[in-house]
């Protein structure tokens, strides 16, 4: 009896030990739940619980999770061939990489893995094409405080955000910065010595922020008068998130340069940076590479989300459902006027702008089976799958409803 008792003791000792001992550093601030699978806009807890998942690895899975043309297209290219080195042709990647061309402003692509390698693959080709037009101290880049570029050492200087940058000066320089929507201090800023205004066509982290079309149009040709490239970050907002291929295309633009990620891979590691002629020129053989980057396992899973979103209907279905939830979305700030102060976003890529910060909403949202991701500014990120049905959006808004009413 005696013995069975401290065996219970030690098993649930045990449990929590091994709970508070992780070996994972602590760079996160984890939610208490874990999942054993996932099909499409749903995950399934080690709980029990079925989750609305509107985070979807924040805007990873554009397809939803367990998606069965990715499944077919990953497996069948497993048993054939992996991971060759880019010394070699890949013909996978050169598939991708025409078809990204045939679809939009590129004329050249480059794979890397993450969004954080594109986009500072991105500052690398514009400072490389000044350099070989022979300006060489052509090579700042002038972002929006507290953007959201990445995480290696130069993409949070260009990021500029306290909370990415503290304590790991020495500063790497190169970065001018202006304030979101200050047109004045953006002309002031550029320099002889700007190569490129870097900035997301929406801003993710940073609260769901859409620039505005005439922005992105005056952007435009703000580049073309200073003679200086102008780069999209569209690894959160790209990739069908907004209702059409890139969001830059709600405004009829061009830019230059466009790193790309998180949905490319619908849940694979996938990065890249597109780019045209011009910027193309100033590249050559040994001046840029990656060990992944492209390799044929990857480009399965890239090549399968371009048949998926390029299927007639596809992009006109997000915008369609987008609407549909912004509507919803909008009643609901109606409705509650002392919780929702703003609603934000285009296509599928939402934010719920709350008054008060957003922690224990959330959580209310998951202890009611939605799972959403914060942003910067009081934002709730509400990420469906870019195949989410109506039915679902629906049931969001159910949640969303009940939890407001419930609201202390
Ligand atoms: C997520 C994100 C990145 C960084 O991508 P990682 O894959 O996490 O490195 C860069 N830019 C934007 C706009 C992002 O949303």
């Known amino acids: 009896m005696l013995a069975g008792l401290l065996l219970i003791y030690c098993i649930k000792k045990d449990i929590k030990l091994d709970l508070k001992m992780s070996a994972i550093l602590n760079t996160y ?14 995950l399934y807890g080690t709980n ?3 989750y ?24 069948k290219q497993s048993k054939k061939l992996w991971h060759v080195s880019n010394a070699f042709i890949i013909p996978e990647q050169e598939k991708l990489a025409k078809r990204l061309k045939q679809k939009t402003f590129a004329d050249y692509v480059s794979f890397q893995n993450s969004g954080a390698e594109a986009t500072e693959a991105a500052i690398k080709f514009a400072r490389r094409y000044f350099y070989s037009k022979g300006q060489p101290r052509k090579n700042r880049v002038l972002c929006i405080n507290n953007s959201f570029h990445g995480r290696t050492l130069a993409t949070i200087f260009a990021s500029n955000s306290k909370k990415a940058t503290e ?3 020495p500063k790497v320089d190169g970065f001018d910065h202006f304030n979101f929507g200050d047109h004045k201090s953006l002309e002031k800023s550029i320099t ?3 190569a490129a205004i870097m900035v997301e066509t929406i801003m993710g982290e940073g609260g769901i922020k859409v620039i505005p079309n005439y922005c992105l149009v005056g952007l435009r040709k703000l580049c073309n008068k200073k003679k200086i490239l102008l780069i999209l970050d569209e690894v959160q907002c790209g990739i069908g998130r907004s209702g059409k291929f890139f969001a830059f295309e709600h405004a009829k633009i061009k830019p230059d340069i466009v790193p790309i990620a998180k949905g490319i891979g619908g849940g694979f590691p996938i990065g890249a940076v597109l780019v045209n002629k011009k910027v193309a020129s100033g590249m050559k053989p040994g001046t840029h590479g990656s060990t992944f980057g492209g390799n044929p396992l990857a480009m399965s899973a890239g090549n399968a989300v371009m048949d998926i979103m390029f299927k007639k209907g596809f992009l006109s279905n997000v915008t369609k459902n987008g609407n549909h939830f912004l509507k919803g979305l909008h009643k609901l700030k109606e409705k509650y006027p002392k919780i929702i102060k703003e609603v934000r976003g285009k296509g599928l890529l939402i934010g719920l702008c ?3 910060d957003q922690t224990k909403f959330i959580q209310k949202l998951m202890d009611n089976k939605l799972l959403t991701v914060r942003a910067a500014e009081n934002v709730v990120r509400l990420l469906p799958p870019l195949n989410v049905t109506k039915q679902e959006i629906n049931l969001s808004l159910k949640i969303l409803d009940k939890v407001c009413k419930n609201y202390r």
């Open 29 to 42: 601030n984890r939610k208490k739940v874990s999942f054993t699978k996932g099909k499409g806009a749903f």
């Open 48 to 50: 029990g619980k079925k």
């Open 52 to 75: 609305l998942d509107f985070v979807q690895g924040i805007a990873v899975n554009c397809l939803g999770h367990a998606h069965n043309y990715l499944i077919n297209s990953i497996s």
């Open 167 to 169: 304590g790991f000066g």
């Open 192 to 194: 002889s010595r700007t």
């Open 354 to 356: 709350l008054y008060k």
